[in-house]
């Protein structure tokens, strides 16, 4: 058996990790999109290293999209394999997957306006909203912590890890030669106290470990702290400076847990007179689909629906679902918060808040999430005098704060944490994943002193034995 790393490799986007077995079964773990990486990004995402008809299945560990993004350009490609994931995974890939792809119809066909300008051929995307859909019909939904026989030879588990809803450490045992071998792979970790879900659960002792090092040489705040700022954030700007409040976020999970927060301040009277919106058709989409798994959300939320049955819902709180309503926001210039996807900055309805707003010194553009190296959130927070939206030349002028105990990928005391439940003398290898280099180094020394051993930090394109 062999496994190639081929995405989020010393780096922290488009994770993709290629299982290939000694009968010559291909099991892909994760097929996610490269992000925030300018002109790169295109050509990275169609040189797959793989032929997409030849896989047999795909294992998601959540529907994030630098982990599922590219389910639908394999399906393109000829891949009629399984799509095996958690329950509440499939249902958000069904819409995530569907935006994506809307979304890249229309960025190629303002870029295509501009390659007719200059007498160049039109290009095309890499996946259509019909190929989104149309991919969907492979996707089997399973429980939690159940196994499922994907063949004679194969089983998974999914653990839960806290991550975003529906996130699971994908446990694999593959037979051969009258071998068992258990390959885990955690896909994103998330914190052990989150605001909405459940903590992450133990998972199953392995052979091998794959796992994300994404903050591998940070620490986050309490959650309690970063409400606080949140709170704090809201009444200088609104309040003070008669300013507006610019939120960055994620459709998913981040968004919920932002207005979360915000419900709660409200019941308990403490969030000021301002109107808050979510800006973000998917964001609306799938708090719906978060209000069908109350299964998987923590106690907190469950005894909270007691007194509220709605917690992501309160009467200062509208949610956008139109172009007009979204540009009307824009045009009444009172004093509120704006909440909007994308969390990076690099596409949707948050970049033209961002050209409305981030020249006023009364606003204020508060990041809650991770923002990848190069992309437009990454040069705001880095402290950009300037930057540029959509061609045209923005002054940066807001104030800018970050809170980054929003995250919802754990700290390197919480991942470590979180792989305690190993015996590391049963381990043989473990290969750290999704992770900048720099992060990754300092992780591998936390692991060491925590007793884990063999640890390789692959490059991309590297195959490895196992």
Excluded at 90 to 102: E, P
Excluded at 108 to 131: A, C, M, S
Excluded at 220 to 228: D, I, K
Excluded at 256 to 265: G, H
């Amino acid at each position: 058996m062999k496994i190639k790393f081929i995405g989020a490799a010393r780096e922290v986007t488009g994770s993709k990790h290629l299982i290939t077995t000694q009968n010559g079964k291909t099991i892909l773990l994760d097929c996610g999109m490269f992000q925030g990486k300018g002109l790169e990004t295109d050509g990275m995402n169609r040189n797959l290293m793989f032929d997409p008809a030849k896989i047999d299945h795909v294992i998601l560990t959540h529907a994030h999209i630098d982990h599922s993004g590219l389910i639908p350009y394999i399906y393109r490609l000829g891949f009629r394999g399984s799509v095996i994931c958690t329950s509440a995974t499939r249902d958000l890939c069904a819409i995530m997957l569907a935006d994506s792809g809307h979304i890249q119809e229309g960025d190629v066909k303002w870029f295509n306006k501009r390659r007719l300008q200059k007498g160049l051929p039109p290009v095309e995307p890499i996946y259509t909203e019909h190929d989104a859909r149309a991919c969907m019909e492979l996707f089997i939904g399973v429980a939690y912590d159940r196994k499922f026989q994907i063949d004679g030879n194969i089983k998974v588990k999914f653990t839960n890890t806290g991550h975003m809803l529906g996130s699971g450490t994908a446990l694999l045992e593959i037979k051969e030669n009258d071998a068992t071998t258990r390959i885990a792979y955690t896909g994103d970790i998330g914190r052990p106290e989150s605001r909405i879900l459940k903590s992450p659960s133990p998972f199953p002792q392995c052979d091998y470990l794959i796992t994300e090092s994404t903050y591998g040489n940070r620490l986050h705040p309490q959650l309690q702290e970063a409400e606080g700022e949140l709170l704090r954030v809201i009444r200088e700007t609104c309040v003070e400076r008669g300013g507006r409040v610019i939120i960055p976020s994620f459709a998913i999970g981040r968004t919920q847990e932002v207005v979360y927060s915000l419900n709660k301040f409200f019941n308990l009277g403490l969030l000021p007179k301002v109107n808050i919106y979510v800006d973000s058709p998917l964001a609306i989409n799938a708090t719906d689909i978060f209000r069908l798994h109350t299964d998987i959300l923590n106690a907190d939320v469950a005894h909270e629906m007691i007194t509220d049955p709605d917690p992501f819902g309160f009467n200062s709180l509208f949610y956008i679902k139109t172009v007009e309503e979204s540009k009307r926001l824009n045009e009444n210039k009172k004093p509120c918060v704006i909440i909007s996807a994308s969390g990076m900055m690099e596409a949707g309805r948050i970049k033209h808040h961002l050209a409305n707003n981030i020249e006023n010194p009364n606003n204020t553009i508060l990041a809650v999430g991770y923002c990848g190296p190069r992309t437009l959130g990454a040069r705001i927070l880095e402290g950009a005098d300037e930057i540029s939206i959509f061609g045209v030349h923005h002054k940066v002028r807001a104030k800018i704060e970050r809170i980054e105990a929003f995250s919802g990928h754990g700290d390197y005391n919480e991942m470590a944490d979180f792989l305690s439940c190993q015996d590391t003398s049963q381990i043989r290898k473990v290969f750290l994943v999704h992770g900048d280099y720099e992060a990754q180094l300092a992780y591998k020394k936390t692991l060491e002193q925590k007793g884990f051993t063999n640890i390789e930090i692959p490059v991309s394109g590297e195959e490895i034995e196992l």
